[in-house]
């Protein structure tokens, strides 16, 4: 195959920077190779052919792949951004893109509201934040709302930090209504996205959990954890977790203090450090609230108290559950070591989960015991009018791979739902739009998302093989 790319500009190379200067030719010229070298690839694959010429050019293929993924992953954009107030969302179109929801200035003795269009959500990982995206989704669907997405994958260029230009067909000054997809928090870039009436929110989880969570499902992706002997790998990791960490290493900021990592911190910071004391203050002014995977329901109520959204737009059916049998249990000596390994998230959670709770108590107790009864109450109705046994299933149950959520490297331990087949017509659209997981909604979005189809395929193959 060859390969012939036109540019529009040259190639330039500075002593000082090193800078690049691409234009968008190349990126779609690389952008349709690779597509190409994939189809060829699961061609090769699926044959089978034993012979060694095929494995040699398997190989070769590979590699390839991995070569160009490298260069573009590695481009950089050529969005010039010179100072922090250019190119910005300008002040003129500080108000919702949908005129069909406007906004007015809110006052305290005003009994109604309109719902708040505008909304930066930092998606956290393994803390129920997949869920809350889809209630996201749905909303922006609805009101045809502008969200600011990635192109080729279904994240920020993460774990890299964010920048504006990674959003598709950014141009500078262009204003958006959601930013809500996984990155690494950087509030200014962000800001320069979306209206200054945006509404900041997040969701923080136990660290205890989120570090069982996270070594289950990314710990094939962490080759510190390869070496781990033992049947229960978590426990002998956090026996002496200093004998398997290295700051450094690949993908090593999922096996401490992930949530400082995803909201732009040092993940290597100790709990005590003026740093963290200085970013939970900056963070309580930027984000107006954070949300507590363990009292989600109660969060989803201030949320729509926040936003003046109806019980209808906050119905859910949780996405990316892990089954029962995959999560360890964590004995008490356990939790403790993983609370003080990850000590900065701890300091984080609990700050936060006291603001949740004084927020609770201005709300009302009582009331939010009724509002979470009603909210519970219509979630156990739309999941017994759309769902096929009324609840998740294993992954190899889902008839529908419109339906399967994403999985680990090497396992099947994410749930999913199986639509009713007897569903009532009028609610199939509403209740396959809740059932469907994150990388089906980016598509139906026309998000493109090779370069995480690539991902998945090349992993299910590894991990699978081929079938007889």
Request: aromatic share 12%; glycine share 4%.
């Amino acid at each position: 195959m060859r390969f012939s790319v036109t540019l529009s500009q040259p190639i330039r190379t500075k002593q000082d920077s090193l800078t690049c200067f691409v234009t968008h030719d190349l990126l779609i010229c690389v952008n349709a190779h690779l597509q190409v070298l994939l189809l060829d690839l699961k061609r090769l694959y699926m044959a089978r052919n034993k012979c060694c010429a095929v494995k040699r050019g398997l190989i070769l293929w590979l590699l390839l792949i991995i070569i160009f993924l490298l260069y573009c992953l590695m481009l950089p954009s050529q969005v010039t951004i010179r100072g922090s107030k250019e190119g910005t969302c300008a002040l003129n179109l500080a108000k919702p893109l949908n005129k069909n929801l406007p906004r007015p200035p809110r006052r305290p003795q005003m009994d109604t509201c309109s719902p708040s269009v505008n909304i930066m959500f930092m998606k956290t990982h393994k803390t129920a934040s997949s869920t809350l995206l889809n209630i996201l989704f749905r909303f922006g669907e609805k009101h045809k709302l502008k969200f600011a997405f990635p192109d080729g994958r279904n994240d920020f260029f993460y774990p890299a930090p964010f920048r504006r230009w990674q959003v598709k067909s950014y141009r500078p000054g262009e204003c958006f209504n959601v930013v809500c997809n996984h990155m690494r928090f950087r509030h200014g870039e962000v800001a320069a996205l979306l209206p200054p009436d945006a509404t900041y929110v997040t969701v923080l989880r136990n660290p205890a959990r989120l570090l069982e969570s996270a070594f289950h499902y990314y710990r094939r992706a962490v080759p510190l954890t390869w070496r781990i002997g033992g049947g229960d790998k978590l426990e002998e990791f956090l026996r002496s977790p200093r004998t398997y960490y290295r700051p450094d290493a690949y993908n090593a900021f999922y096996l401490k203090n992930l949530l400082s990592f995803d909201l732009g911190l040092d993940n290597n910071l100790e709990a005590d450090h003026a740093d963290v004391t200085e970013a939970i203050r900056s963070l309580s002014r930027k984000f107006h609230l954070v949300l507590i995977a363990e009292y989600f329901d109660e969060s989803l109520i201030l949320l729509k108290e926040a936003l003046c959204w109806s019980t209808e737009d906050i119905l859910y059916f949780k996405l990316n559950a892990r089954a029962s049998s995959s999560v360890a249990r964590l004995t008490p000596e356990s939790r403790a070591r993983a609370l003080a390994w990850n000590g900065a998230d701890w300091r984080l959670y609990r700050h936060f989960n006291a603001t949740l709770w004084d927020k609770v108590e201005a709300y009302g107790r009582e009331r939010m015991a009724r509002d979470v009864t009603e909210l519970r109450r219509r979630n156990a109705e739309m999941r017994a009018l759309c769902l096929d046994g009324g609840e998740a299933v294993e992954a190899p149950r889902i008839r529908d791979r419109r339906f399967l959520p994403w999985q680990p490297l090497g396992g099947t331990s994410i749930l999913g739902y199986n639509l009713r087949r007897d569903i009532c017509p009028e609610l199939r659209s509403t209740c396959e739009k809740m059932l469907t997981p994150e990388i089906q909604y980016l598509a139906d979005f026309g998000v493109s998302l090779w370069l995480t189809r690539l991902w998945g395929w090349l992993k299910d193959a590894i991990y699978s093989g081929p079938t007889n």
